[in-house]
């Protein structure tokens, strides 16, 4: 599988847009890109996932590179209740039931 | 509500007392799953299971076992659980296998003295 590398944390204000950015350098062809989230101590969320196109959903907005190696999570108007630790995990769709959630980005939105 | 429910949520218990956390979805999903989450580890699947009666380790099954009887529930049984279990445990649902999108339950944080 493929390694990612995300900022340890980020900070965003209140009504902005937060941007988290991961990098995936060594992804290969059929690996997707996924993001989840995890609020303090609460089961992980699905947000949303990709292969290689833009992919946009009522949460979030996901913007992968045209060579795959880094991707983008958006989320457009942030509010205080979207702190949480967001992960990027990149896996082929055979692992999708098994994906490995490392240490992510602790996003901290700011009132 | 679609949801997946895990009991109890909080447990201390001490070394070598038999234990089971329940886990329950009411979505009608195919696939079940445990984790564990620990400080610097991530998450970490323990068991899955992809249909009734099926179930199959995952990458820390040692000292876990599951069963799945009925669709909807996939309790985690430890026999004789060890200081080194205590942890933050998830139970996951998907509808199927492969899928792209997981369940997660509230989490039981569980404390073996």
């Known amino acids: 599988d493929a390694k990612t590398t995300q900022p340890t944390s980020m900070d965003c204000a209140e009504g902005r847009a937060a941007n988290l950015p991961c990098n995936h350098s060594t992804i290969s062809g059929n690996e997707y890109v996924y993001w989840y989230r995890q609020i303090h101590s609460q089961g992980p969320q699905y947000i949303i996932h990709g292969l290689k196109n833009n992919e946009t959903n009522e949460m979030a907005s996901l913007i992968i590179t045209e060579d795959r190696k880094s991707s983008t999570l958006i989320l457009p108007h942030a509010t205080l209740r979207d702190t949480a630790v967001y992960y990027c995990?990149?896996?082929?769709?055979?692992?999708?039931?098994?994906?490995?959630f490392g240490t992510g980005t602790r996003l901290t939105v700011i009132p | 509500e679609a949801q997946v429910t895990q009991n109890p949520r909080y447990l201390i218990t001490v070394t070598g007392k038999k234990l089971t956390v329940t886990c329950s979805q009411n979505?009608?999903?195919?696939?079940m799953s445990w984790y564990r989450q620990d400080p610097g580890l991530g998450l970490r699947q323990i068991y899955y299971s992809m249909n009734v009666e099926v179930t199959d380790k995952g990458d820390v099954p040692e000292g876990y076992k599951v069963s799945r009887k009925e669709k909807r529930n996939f309790p985690l049984i430890l026999e004789s659980p060890s200081p080194n279990q205590t942890s933050l445990y998830f139970c996951a649902s998907s509808p199927r296998y492969p899928s792209y999108e997981q369940y997660f339950g509230p989490g039981t944080r569980l404390t073996v003295t």
């Open positions: 995990i990149v896996r082929d769709q055979t692992g999708a039931n098994n994906l490995f």
């Open positions: 979505m009608n999903h195919e696939y």
